[in-house]
Structure formats: structure tokens, C-alpha cells
């Protein structure tokens, strides 16, 4: 910048000189008239004006020519002194301090991404811990293990934060003692070797303005980034957080519903049903008739034991809302119902087998009974075939149906026709009537205050012969 000046100055003198002589030769000539020697030329046209003009101009032209030869061989000539520049080491030296700010800015800008880490890591770990706590009471609602879980994720927690502190420590340490050996670097330059520095420093000033408001311009583009990528992430966090909530709530309402129609309001409010329920055994006597088998009765058995497992599995799942009073009315509801069909079973077999005795005892009575009605059939059979008789009344307590005993040899027809006879007399006429396998007799005619009496004889009318 100094050589410029100089050059300028030295041009301006020869200017100035070459100028000063050209007046001074000027003098000594008579001035020329441009309008008395234009009025003339009306006149008299004379060509030693245009020649004398012509070479004027040729004459100024090769003057300036040599003047400008003659400055710039001044120039040439004129020494610099650039030992000065050459001494500073003026560019090594901006080279160093700009090298020195930079890298002090770059470190400071790191240990603020270090400080923005460690709280971004220490929120992570925040939202981690509730995440898990929220799983934790939604997993073990009701039960000890709870704040025992609940307990070991906070210790996790507090964990992994005091070790994210203890390595921002560390990193900020380090951070802080390179911008502190960085700010010694700068500290170390001579002041009055950069004073001396900073006034050659004018031709580089627009070039380090330039970088001032590049580098200004570059921070505050990675300030803003890092401000917009920081509201991104929160609001990313919010988002998700958002989703995660509403994702929550919708699966809790799809598997743990609210029953609120009547009828399951009714069925599920304060239920709590503490009744034990037992299940009896089988009756012995159910397999004895056959009507549920030995293989059977494992077979249900094993059901109501499976049952119960299930209803135990689904009881340590930590449902909320209608579920759990559900299931344990379900469970209740079954378990009663199976009771009392355990019951009923029981009953059925002990009525069976009641009923099977009394009936084999009825049976044996019944047997005796034909036992002994078939040996008073064949002693009656007998007095009959004795006494010429066709039979006898033996129940005459409806004159209508009349119960009668006939001789297995004697044939009687629907509404035929015979008589009951008491000693010889005839005393009223009957009118047989078949059903099955037996016989009965209805009165048609009686003798004036006759009617026929048990043990009274009955004789058969012969059926007529075709032709009469």
C-alpha cells in the first residue's frame, strides 16, 4: 500500500513539472486569434495554418509520448524497500492468529454441542425411565413387584446419568483446556509486533472483513441449524410422545374395555365373589350302569383342571376396566355351574341306583307274584275243568268291567255273549269284551236285585252254527 502511494506521488510531480514547463515556453509566443484568423480565411485562404496546425498536434503527441516514456523509466528506477514486510512476517503472522481464533471458536463451538448432548442424553434417559415405569404399572398393576420394578428402573436411571456426567465432565475438561491453551497462543505474540503487524495489515483488511462476515454468517447458519434440528427433535419427541399415548390408549380400550350396557353393569358392579366352590366325585354307580365310563370321567376331570389353569393365567395378566371383574365372574360362573352339574351327577346316580334296587326288588316281587298268580291260575284251571265251569267273576266292583277268569281252553269272540250262574240259577247275562291278551265282561242283563259277585260261575254261550 506504501509503494502505491509512493508511485502516485512520483506521477503527480512529473505531472506538475512537465505542465510548469510547457507554460513557461508558452510565453514568449504570440497568441493565436481563432476568430481574426477564421474572419481572414474569408478572405484569403492561406494552407500554412492547416500545416502549421497539423504539426502542432504531431508535435504534442510525440511530447506526450516521450514524457510518458521518460515517467514510467522514473518508476522503474524508483526503489522499494520491502525488508520491512520480509522482517514481520506479516502473512504468518495473520495466518497464525486467524489459525488461533478459528480453532478457539471451533472448540468453544464444540464444548456447547457437548452441553447440548448431555441434556439431550439426560432427557432420553428421563423419557426412558417413564416409558418404563408406565409399562411397569400397566404389566404389574396390584402386585408387590410394582415398586420393586418400578425402584430398579429409577436406580438404572440415576445410574446411566451420573456416568453421562462423569464423561461430559471429562469432555468438558479437555474442551476447556485446549480453548484455554489456544487463548495462551494468542496471548504469547508480542503486542507491539502485532501493532506493527495490524498497520501493514490495511491491504488485507476488506479481505479479513469478508472472512469476519463469512465466518459470522457460517456460525450463525450452524447456530440456526442446530436450533431448528434441536425444536425438530423436540418436536419430534412430542409427536411421538403423542402417538405413544394415544397408541396406549387405544390398545387398553380394545383389550381392557369398559362394559357399560346394563346388563354387564348389573353383572360386574362390586362383584368380588370369594366363595370356594368343590367339585364331588363321581358316583361309583354312574360307571356301574354304564352311563358315564371310567375313561369319561378322567376326561372331564382333566377339562376342569385345564379350566382352572387357564382361569389362574389369565388372572396374573394385569388387565384393568371390566376385564378383571369379568374374567372373575366368568370364572365364578363357571366353576358353579360345574359344581352343580357335579352335583346333579352325584344325585342322578344315587336315584339310579335306588331306583335299579327298588326296581330289581319290585322284580323279584313281581316274579313272585307271577309265580304264584300262575299257580292259582293252575289250581283255578283245575277247580274249573273239575266243575264243568267256563270261569269265574273276580272283580264285580264295575258292572261295566267286569275282571273274569276263563278257562285257557275256552275261546270267547268281541261281544259274545254269557251267563252268570250262582249255585243253578243264571243271575245276569254278560257281553265279553277282548283287550290283548285279556278278557272282560260287561253286564247286558241282571235278575231283579241280582248282581253278579266275585267267585260266581260264568258260562260261555256256544257261538250258533253258520246256517241257523
Request: no cysteine; hydrophobic share 40%.
Amino acid at each position: 500500500m506504501g509503494n502505491d502511494n509512493e508511485i502516485k506521488q512520483l506521477i503527480r510531480r512529473e505531472s506538475e513539472s512537465f505542465l510548469n514547463t510547457a507554460l513557461a515556453q508558452s510565453k514568449g509566443v504570440k497568441a493565436y486569434n481563432f476568430e481574426e484568423e477564421f474572419s481572414k480565411t474569408g478572405k484569403n485562404k492561406s494552407y500554412v495554418v492547416i500545416v502549421a496546425t497539423a504539426i502542432t498536434i504531431v508535435a504534442l503527441l510525440v511530447a506526450s509520448m516521450l514524457v510518458t516514456r521518460a515517467i514510467s523509466r522514473s518508476v522503474d528506477a524508483t526503489p522499494v524497500d520491502v525488508a520491512t514486510f520480509e522482517d514481520l512476517n506479516l502473512k504468518d503472522l495473520l495466518d497464525a492468529s486467524k489459525r488461533n481464533e478459528t480453532d478457539l471458536e471451533r472448540t468453544k463451538l464444540e464444548l456447547s454441542q457437548i452441553d447440548t448432548d448431555l441434556k439431550t442424553a439426560l432427557d432420553k434417559a428421563d423419557r426412558e425411565y417413564k416409558s418404563s415405569a408406565e409399562s411397569i404399572q400397566a404389566k404389574a398393576q396390584g402386585t408387590n413387584d410394582a415398586a420393586v420394578q418400578t425402584a430398579a428402573a429409577a436406580a438404572a436411571r440415576d445410574a446411566a446419568k451420573d456416568k453421562l456426567r462423569a464423561n461430559y465432565k471429562a469432555a468438558a475438561a479437555k474442551k476447556e483446556a485446549d480453548i484455554a491453551a489456544i487463548q495462551k497462543r494468542i496471548d504469547q505474540y508480542d503486542s507491539h509486533t502485532m501493532d506493527q503487524a495490524k498497520q501493514q495489515q490495511a491491504t488485507l483488511a476488506n479481505e479479513k472483513l469478508v472472512f469476519d462476515i463469512e465466518q459470522k454468517k457460517q456460525a450463525d447458519m450452524y447456530e440456526a441449524r442446530i436450533a431448528d434440528l434441536t425444536a425438530a427433535r423436540q418436536k419430534d419427541i412430542a409427536e411421538l410422545t403423542r402417538q405413544k399415548d394415544e397408541l396406549a390408549a387405544s390398545l387398553t380400550a380394545r383389550y381392557n374395555p369398559n362394559f357399560v350396557d346394563e346388563r354387564s353393569s348389573s353383572l360386574l358392579l362390586n362383584w368380588s365373589d370369594k366363595h370356594i366352590y368343590t367339585v364331588e366325585p363321581f358316583h361309583g354307580y354312574l360307571s356301574t350302569a354304564g352311563i358315564l365310563d371310567e375313561a369319561s370321567e378322567k376326561k372331564l376331570d382333566r377339562s376342569f383342571d385345564d379350566f382352572e389353569y387357564l382361569a389362574k393365567k389369565l388372572r396374573a395378566v394385569p388387565y384393568i376396566n371390566s376385564v378383571p371383574p369379568a374374567l372373575s365372574r366368568l370364572e365364578t360362573e363357571a366353576e358353579s355351574s360345574i359344581s352343580a352339574y357335579r352335583s346333579a351327577l352325584v344325585a342322578a346316580g344315587s336315584g339310579l341306583e335306588s331306583r335299579d334296587e327298588n326296581i330289581a326288588h319290585l322284580t323279584a316281587r313281581a316274579e313272585a307274584a307271577e309265580n304264584s298268580l300262575a299257580q292259582y291260575r293252575a289250581a283255578v284251571t283245575a277247580y274249573a275243568h273239575d266243575n264243568r265251569e267256563s270261569g269265574y267273576i273276580l272283580d264285580a266292583s264295575s258292572q261295566t268291567r267286569l275282571v273274569i277268569f276263563l278257562a285257557p281252553d275256552v275261546k270267547v269272540a268281541e261281544g259274545g255273549l254269557g251267563y252268570v250262574v250262582r249255585g243253578d240259577t243264571a243271575v245276569a247275562t254278560v257281553a265279553f269284551h277282548i283287550e290283548g291278551d285279556a278278557v272282560y265282561a260287561k253286564v247286558t242283563n241282571a235278575e231283579s236285585g241280582e248282581q253278579p259277585r266275585p267267585f260266581d260261575s260264568i258260562l260261555v254261550e256256544a257261538p250258533k252254527a253258520a246256517d241257523q
